[in-house]
């Protein structure tokens, strides 16, 4: 079956880098039917879609308009895996971070990560 | 604050039916499938709903979902107290892309 395993730092510096990797297996990143996205979760912003990469003939990304001027996801096909980086992280960017699977590209988010916690502080 | 505005909280005796509301606009509801999600505490989402009123394999036909103009609408019947979670849907949004409602939270005195 399809499992998405994330890794990264739990605390990061305010003004610093936030990154994050989600590994895949079961499926594949470069996949033309599946969307790859970030979504994370706080107490004070409830679930917020920041982001996603997709391959049909060609890679594409999106972002939410809140977060795209600091915002980069990239894939590596020779991993099969997608992350995340975003950049000058403030204390608002505290929360749980989630890679998910699209199964269709139109938010049928059939499979989630497990989830990691960042904090945000000096 | 989102774009899709869903009531906090809902509440029903078991056995009962509720329903869960998403309102939105003509740039998102008005013209894009609408996906519901469950969390239970402690949990990640969990798709109950796609493209307004399907249901993923394994998904009791007790859930079911709809849409009509800008709005949509969570249905449960039957309900037990396994169904106590926070309720979630979205939909792509013209200016925002993906766009989350603010959740309701389903109470089963």
Redesign the interface.
Request: net charge neutral; aromatic share 32%.
């Given at each position: 079956q399809v499992q998405l395993q994330q890794s990264g730092p739990g605390l990061v510096k305010p003004s610093q880098t936030l990154s994050l990797t989600c590994a895949i297996s079961g499926d594949s990143v470069s996949s033309n039917s599946a969307a790859w996205n970030w979504i994370r979760q706080s107490p004070s912003r409830g679930l917020e879609w920041l982001g996603r990469t997709y391959h049909r003939s060609k890679w594409s990304n999106d972002y939410a308009a809140s977060v795209k001027s600091r915002m980069t996801i990239n894939s590596d096909t020779s991993k099969n895996q997608f992350s995340l980086q975003l950049k000058s992280v403030t204390p608002e960017d505290t929360a749980v971070y989630h890679c998910v699977r699209d199964r269709t590209g139109n938010l049928v988010f059939d499979i989630w990560g497990q989830g990691t916690m960042v904090t945000v502080s000096s | 604050q989102?774009v899709l505005t869903q009531p906090p909280s809902v509440s029903a005796a078991p056995g009962q039916k509720v329903t869960i509301s998403c309102a939105g606009s003509s740039s998102n509801i008005g013209k894009n499938?609408v996906?519901w999600?469950q969390q239970l505490p402690g949990t990640?989402?969990k798709?109950l709903i796609?493209?307004n009123n399907k249901r993923?394999s394994g998904i009791p036909d007790r859930f079911s979902g709809s849409k009509s103009g800008t709005s949509a609408t969570l249905g449960i019947t039957g309900l037990q107290t396994g169904d106590e979670a926070d309720y979630?849907c979205?939909?792509?949004d013209s200016?925002?892309?993906?766009?989350?409602g603010?959740?309701t939270k389903l109470t089963v005195l």
């Open positions: - | 989102s499938y996906s999600y990640a989402p798709l796609y493209d993923p979630y979205v939909t792509w200016r925002l892309y993906a766009s989350f603010g959740g």
